[in-house]
């Protein structure tokens, strides 16, 4: 739910999206999806979201441990689909990463403009956005 002022209640405990920090988490995600094109930006927006989490409220860090394990698992599925590539089965496996990554990106930043956290930022599915005040925010 969203209260004056960009913030949500959780259990009594105000849980802040500043604006700075929301700008903050939607320009990495931008540089996720410009990272499909220019690998190397993708990188750019991993080191943000690592350097940002130590001030963000929870409610923000969330959306930065959600891109954080973005990364890595992108990652690591691009990595087998590289090493299996000769085997076929290798384009299937990267292009699956592919949509997955973008898919991911999307939800978050969909999730993010609606002031919405993800229920759970280290699954390896689709997430589910959520009201900050109806997910554990725990740092």
């Known amino acids: 739910m969203r209260c004056a002022g960009g913030s949500v209640n959780d259990g009594g405990m105000e849980q802040s ?37 130590a001030a963000a409220p929870p409610a923000v860090d969330n959306h ?21 590539f000769f085997f076929l089965i290798g384009v299937l496996i990267f292009l699956f990463g592919a949509v997955w990554y973008i898919i991911r990106t999307v939800q978050g930043m969909q999730a993010l403009a609606r002031w919405q956290v993800i229920e759970d930022p280290s699954s390896w599915g689709f997430p589910r956005a959520v009201s900050a005040d109806a997910a554990p925010l725990v740092r």
């Open 17 to 53: 999206f500043d604006p700075r920090q929301v700008g903050n988490a939607n320009l990495i995600y931008i540089l996720y999806l410009v990272g499909v094109a220019v690998p190397v930006i993708g990188l750019v927006g991993l080191v943000l979201a690592y350097n940002a989490r």
């Open 64 to 84: 930065y441990r959600n891109q954080i394990n973005i990364f890595w698992k992108a990652l690591g599925i691009s990595l087998v689909g590289v090493l299996t």
